[in-house]
């Protein structure tokens, strides 16, 4: 029986699950509380050049494939996937590069390189991967793990893969050169997660990435984030701009609808949040029909670190400067840095970076001549205490004399175009709770039935989607997310 289903806030998650339950005969209404759809992936526009506001890394694009197809369309008519190679060049604190791929004689060459003695040891990592991938990705992804049985079930076989081990500590059983061991375990940080706390079961990362490539969407992520909206419009599904949500409305323990900031009211049968699932608990749903999650469980949960995102573009190409579509720029104090960000939660002079540089692949992203980038710097969230708008200028001043004087030389005399996003922001403007940019930390302790349900425990006929529910963070994940709400909903 159709349903009219609201969806509120239109990342990722938000516009999968609004077109797969449109797919199934629903009635869909979306409800963005920004001017552009999007959620992380909001796209800023600067003289001429188009920066991503999020995720740039697109691993296992048959997840969107398997959308458009379920509403009968062809992905490949929205929007266009072309491979990144390599999927990232990463640099140790010297400068030297090591580069991998899914060709893997050029992996173990680039290995070679490094360390000749890790070869045989990549080789055993990579097979005991697969097994991880197997079990972690294809068997429990899109499972809901509403109970705890649901954990019971899987828990002799999660034991059996090492799942108490770290990431960093199950390469290192592998791997003896330090930054190779970095250079196979920094995954959980695409995430929200430590390296060295998190679960080997994201080791599952690295081989997902051998299965089916790092690709980049043509246009940018914004543009899949318009084919998406595009696909929805077409289906007949509705998409509301600048429209926040105030409150989910709860009759007789059920999601009846929600009321808007305007104070107007929208009823439906179902409601799907896409929204930070803190937030959601927190500031969305009244106390009295939280008996599961009191403000109380929301303080105690671990969240994920925050970032640090300089968007900026030049009036020169950097096309030899070395760089490649994604680098990744390891800092000597890799561990401390990590531990600063995630234990102490204490702002360092140090930093770790990701470099972004669309338009080596994609010259579209800017003015002809020109070349945008994007540098994210992993930061603690907001219980550091850091006084933002004192230090965000001083902090961009530092990361841009750094990549200025090893990286990209006479970068600040031709910068045409900057824009910077701190920790304030993924609190006020996405809602993030302590300004956390990937929700809840994926730590063992909170991962599979220990994460909040993408069922509401709390408030029947709600759902979750992204980064803050199972099965976590991560464009897989969130399609996931958006997947399992689809089946919970059913037709």
Known sequence: MSKHIIVIGSGFGGLATASRLL???????????????????????????????????????????????????KRSDYIEFVPCNPFYRI?????????????????????????PGDVEGY?????????????????????????????????????????YKTVYKYVAQFIEDDFLRRCFSFHPLLVGGNPFDTTSIYAMIHYLEREWGVHYAMGGTGAIVKAMTDLIEDQGGKIHLSTE????????????????KDGSVMKADAVVSNADVAFTYKNLIDKKHRRKYTDRKIERTKYSMSLFVIYFGTKKRYLDSGLAHHNIILGERYKGLLSDIFHKKSLSDDFSLYLHMPTITDPSMAPEGHEAFYVLSPVPHLDSGTDWNEMAPKYRDAIMQFL????????????????????????????????????????????????????????????????????????????????????????
């Open 23 to 73: 797919s199934k005969g629903h009635q869909v209404t979306v409800l963005e509380k920004r001017d552009k759809p999007g959620g992380r992936a909001y796209v800023y526009e600067i003289n001429g050049f188009k920066f991503d506001g999020g995720p740039t890394v697109i691993t296992a694009p048959f997840m969107f494939d398997d959308i458009f197809e379920a509403a009968g369309r």
């Open 91 to 115: 640099f140790d604190h010297n400068g030297e590069k090591f580069d991998y791929n899914n060709d893997h004689e050029f992996t173990l060459n680039e290995i070679r390189k490094r360390n």
């Open 123 to 163: 080789e055993k990592f990579l097979g005991t991967t697969k097994a991880i991938f197997d079990k972690g990705f294809v068997e429990l992804a899109d499972k809901p793990f509403l109970k705890f049985t649901d954990m019971l079930k899987v828990a002799p076989d999660l034991i059996k893969l090492q799942s």
């Open 245 to 260: 949500v105030d409150e989910i409305l709860v009759e007789q323990g059920k999601a009846a609808g929600v009321r808007l």
């Open 404 to 491: 200025e004087e090893n990286y990209l030389p006479g970068l600040q005399e031709n910068l045409v175009a900057e824009h910077y996003i701190d920790p304030l922001h993924f609190q006020d403007t996405l809602n993030s709770y302590k300004g956390s940019a990937f929700s809840v930390e994926p730590i063992l302790t909170q991962s599979a039935w220990f994460r909040p349900h993408n069922l509401s425990e709390d408030v029947d006929d709600l759902y979750f989607v992204g980064a803050g529910t199972h099965p976590g963070a991560g464009l897989p994940g969130v399609l996931s997310s958006a997947k399992i709400a689809e089946n919970l909903i059913g037709s």
